[in-house]
């Protein structure tokens, strides 16, 4: 029973559901207009605008909603200005747009001459306001410089160069703080952006045409800091020797050890290999010497460490050092290191030295040192008396060094001649090398 009620209604409601539907009305094809305004309240209401604006010269039809304007204007502009007003007036179907511009010169630039002197109007109104806006960014540009010039900032930076540096950042942000101040004042901020914007353009340009300029600035900041050397420090940098004299915000400026002036970019100094010689006193020379392959090696060897340690620029400590470095035709080469003060003995006068008096304790010993000089013998000819050969040495045994090598006096440094060079390049010129400063 239940069910079978249910069922009836479900089938009367399937039933029903389009007959509800019918039941709504056809949407109109078209809109009604009979709120629209008349034709003379859209001319009254266009006429008032005109008037309002000083173009009653203008005159105006309406029709059907459909605006006719007609009349002689002297601005052109004024035409597409008009137009659009009547466009956005209720009930305006479309515009007709009749005006003309004037034949008549002096009425052409009368618009002209009169938006001109507007504006020369609202210059003179708001002279003050520009005035006092001049007033507060020099006030705060003063201050800026007033500040940068105290002496915190040497007390802040690590050494005088980047103190310069944040003296002309300060100044830089007081300036632009000076503008944004001023630009305020003005009612002009909008104006800021496209002043950024434009500045960041102009500064990509400049960047990319000053690269160079700018890495071995930014390079130069980075050596001061790091101080990879010091003033008077002999160093070769990218094959080149010298001392420093001084360093400057572009280049390394070396005295080379024949006296002339190498100048080196910052930035190949930055990123280039640097050798110095003055960061350990001590300094090793190193040479080869060749002996009879017959002779005694170990004792000749032997001979030469004592050669070395009998001199008396050479350090003890590190030990001299002797071995064998290679056998070849000619005989055997001995490789000779040994260890100065470069502080007090000149490195190439002593490595000098070093090979005259080992050759001499060696050759005193009995130990010849070969010829290297090559002998071409020709066979099979005729007519060519044969070379013959050189009588074979005697295999000679090692005998200890002569006593007058511990005799010879110390050699002295010929870098330490270039310091009062250094000294006298030094005076009066800028360094952003600190003596004090911690070494890298």
């Given at each position: 029973?239940?069910?079978?009620?249910?069922l009836?209604?479900?089938?009367?409601?399937?039933?029903?559901?389009?007959?509800?539907?019918?039941?709504?009305?056809?949407?109109?094809?078209?809109?009604?207009?009979?709120?629209?305004?008349?034709?003379?309240?859209?001319?009254?209401?266009?006429?008032?605008?005109?008037?309002?604006?000083?173009?009653?010269?203008?005159?105006?039809?309406?029709?059907?909603?459909?605006?006719?304007?007609?009349?002689?204007?002297?601005?052109?502009?004024?035409?597409?200005?008009?137009?659009?007003?009547?466009?956005?007036?209720?009930g305006?179907?479309?515009?007709?747009?009749?005006?003309?511009?004037?034949?008549?010169?002096?009425?052409?630039?009368?618009?002209?001459?009169?938006?001109?002197?507007?504006?020369?109007?609202?210059?003179?109104?708001?002279?003050p306001?520009?005035?006092?806006?001049?007033?507060?960014?020099?006030?705060?540009?003063?201050?800026?410089?007033?500040?940068?010039?105290?002496?915190?900032?040497?007390?802040?930076?690590?050494?005088?160069?980047?103190?310069?540096?944040?003296?002309?950042?300060?100044r830089?942000?007081?300036?632009?703080?000076?503008?944004?101040?001023?630009?305020?004042?003005?009612g002009?901020?909008?104006?800021l952006?496209?002043?950024?914007?434009?500045?960041?353009?102009?500064?990509?340009?400049?960047?990319?045409?000053?690269?160079?300029?700018?890495?071995?600035?930014?390079?130069?900041?980075?050596?001061?800091?790091?101080q990879?050397?010091?003033?008077?420090?002999?160093?070769e940098?990218?094959g080149?020797?010298?001392?420093?004299i001084?360093?400057?915000?572009?280049?390394?400026?070396?005295?080379?050890?024949?006296?002339?002036?190498?100048?080196?970019?910052?930035?190949?100094?930055?990123?280039?290999?640097?050798?110095?010689?003055?960061?350990?006193?001590a300094?090793?020379?190193?040479?080869?010497i060749?002996?009879?392959?017959?002779?005694?090696?170990?004792?000749?060897?032997?001979?030469?460490?004592?050669?070395?340690?009998?001199?008396?620029?050479?350090l003890?400590?590190?030990?001299?050092?002797?071995?064998?470095?290679?056998?070849?035709?000619?005989?055997?080469?001995?490789?000779?290191?040994?260890?100065?003060?470069?502080?007090?003995?000149?490195?190439?006068?002593?490595?000098?030295?070093?090979?005259?008096?080992?050759?001499?304790a060696?050759?005193?010993?009995?130990?010849?040192?070969?010829?290297?000089?090559?002998?071409?013998?020709?066979?099979?000819?005729?007519?060519?008396?044969?070379?013959?050969?050189?009588?074979?040495r005697?295999?000679?045994?090692?005998?200890?060094?002569?006593?007058?090598?511990?005799?010879?006096?110390?050699?002295?440094?010929?870098?330490q001649?270039?310091?009062?060079?250094?000294?006298?390049?030094r005076?009066?010129?800028?360094?952003?090398?600190?003596?004090?400063?911690?070494?890298?």
């Open positions: 029973m239940v069910r079978g009620f249910l009836l209604i479900c089938l009367l409601a399937a039933l029903g559901a389009p007959v509800f539907a019918q039941d709504d009305g056809p949407v109109p094809s078209t809109l009604s207009v009979a709120n629209a305004p008349s034709d003379a309240a859209i001319a009254n209401r266009l006429r008032a605008i005109l008037a309002a604006l000083d173009r009653s010269e203008i005159a105006v039809a309406v029709q059907a909603g459909v605006v006719t304007l007609d009349g002689d204007i002297a601005d052109p502009s004024v035409s597409a200005e008009v137009v659009g007003i009547a466009e956005r007036i209720e305006v179907v479309a515009v007709r747009n009749q005006l003309a511009a004037l034949d008549d010169l002096s009425q052409q630039i009368d618009p002209a001459f009169q938006r001109f002197r507007a504006r020369a109007d609202q210059f003179l109104a708001r002279l306001l520009f005035f006092l806006a001049a007033v507060i960014f020099m006030a705060i540009v003063a201050l800026g410089v007033l500040l940068s010039r105290r002496q915190f900032w040497d007390r802040l930076a690590p050494n005088a160069f980047i103190a310069g540096i944040y003296r002309q950042a300060f830089a942000a007081c300036v632009i703080a000076g503008i944004v101040v001023a630009l305020d004042l003005l002009a901020v909008a104006l952006g496209t002043i950024l914007g434009a500045a960041g353009i102009v500064g990509l340009a400049i960047g990319f045409a000053v690269r160079d300029t700018v890495e071995n600035f930014v390079s130069s900041i980075m050596l001061s800091l790091r990879p050397f010091r003033p008077n420090d002999l160093v940098i990218e080149d020797l010298g001392r420093v001084r360093l400057t915000s572009r280049a390394t400026i070396l005295l080379s050890l024949d006296g002339n002036h190498i100048r080196i970019p910052n930035a190949s100094v930055f990123k280039g290999r640097i050798v110095n010689y003055s960061q350990n006193p300094r090793r020379f190193t040479f080869d060749g002996i009879d392959p017959d002779a005694d090696l170990e004792a000749t060897r032997l001979l030469a460490q004592g050669a070395l340690r009998a001199m008396p620029f050479v003890d400590k590190p030990e001299e050092l002797v071995w064998i470095e290679n056998v070849n035709e000619s005989g055997a080469i001995l490789r000779v290191t040994g260890w100065i003060d470069q502080e007090t003995t000149g490195f190439f006068s002593a490595r000098g030295d070093a090979i005259r008096l080992v050759k001499d060696i050759e005193a010993a009995g130990v010849s040192i070969p010829d290297t000089t090559y002998r071409i013998r020709l066979e099979g000819t005729k007519g060519i008396p044969a070379v013959s050969e050189p009588p074979s005697p295999k000679t045994e090692a005998k200890p060094p002569p006593a007058e090598i511990a005799d010879q006096p110390a050699s002295q440094s010929e870098e001649a270039l310091i009062p060079l250094v000294a006298a390049e005076q009066g010129g800028d360094d952003l090398l600190e003596p004090d400063a911690p070494r890298e």
